[in-house]
């Protein structure tokens, strides 16, 4: 059975391409197809009537506005690129558009052709600064009312400029400048063998004597009283470490009260057959 879409085709972006020339006419700055994508470059101020044509032109037809994105690039002289990214339904076939802009030049809103663009034009410039001409409501949209700065720029710093808590005296949030002290700040340069200085739960047990040769942080001198208080006692003397034949070790009081297994010698004939 027929898919009742076409399927994705990679030979459909030159297609896309010469469609989009005949279209736009002088909106368009530039086109290229990299790595299976097609990018249009569109002139900033003139970008609601090129969506315009991208969307009802016949052979593109592009219906529906899925995201809208920033590039910060802060060496250019308009540092910013904000990327459009549309779908045509009816071919199966997804573009770029791109426009460039810097902090101060806005960009035209296209939230009366896709109602979708006012939070993501929000999102842009809560994030990178973009400013869009035409959206009702650009605030932020991610960071609070109150944040400084852009989050996404490149020279922005990445600890911020402020933090924020609750505070149970005022009973509301408050600012304060950023202080770094987090625990992953604190290094500490020893051995991994020996261990940090501090003791975390469960180091109790560490302090019991290992077996000798064992991995443990105790001292020399204490691991050699710990072997010598569990050495075991030394036999008599004169025994030279053994004991004397046909008696038992001493201190098993039983054993030595029962006399000693009489050598049994056999007899003649023992041992054969009769």
Request: hydrophobic fraction near 35%.
């Amino acid at each position: 059975m027929r898919a009742p879409a076409p399927a994705y085709a990679a030979d459909l972006n030159g297609e896309t391409i010469e469609t989009a020339r005949t279209a736009l006419g002088g909106l368009l700055i530039r086109a290229q197809d990299r790595v299976g994508e097609v990018a249009l470059y569109i002139d900033r101020d003139r970008l609601v009537d090129a969506m315009e044509l991208l969307r009802t032109a016949p052979g593109l037809e592009y219906q529906q506005l899925m995201e809208v994105a920033g590039v910060d690039y802060p060496d250019r002289p308009e540092r910013f690129e904000v990327v459009y990214m549309l779908l045509s339904l009816t071919r199966n076939h997804r573009i770029q558009v791109r426009v460039t802009t810097d902090e101060d030049a806005p960009v035209p809103s296209v939230t009366d052709i896709w109602p979708v663009a006012g939070w993501l034009e929000r999102e842009v410039y809560d994030l990178f600064g973009v400013l869009f001409e035409g959206n009702r409501d650009l605030r932020r949209i991610l960071t609070d009312y109150g944040f400084r700065g852009h989050p996404l720029r490149k020279d922005f710093p990445q600890t911020g400029y402020v933090e924020m808590r609750y505070s149970e005296e005022e009973k509301r949030v408050v600012y304060e400048p950023v202080k770094l002290a987090q625990d992953y700040r604190n290094f500490e340069f020893q051995s991994p063998w020996e261990g940090a200085a501090y003791q975390l739960p469960g180091d109790e047990k560490g302090q019991v004597p290992q077996a000798k040769g064992a991995q443990t942080p105790l001292s020399a001198d204490t691991i050699a009283k710990a072997d010598a208080a569990k050495a075991p006692a030394q036999a008599p003397a004169g025994t030279s470490g053994s004991y004397a034949k046909g008696t038992n070790p001493p201190g098993d009081a039983a054993a030595n009260a029962r006399p000693a297994d009489p050598q049994v010698v056999p007899t003649k004939g023992q041992g054969q057959n009769q």
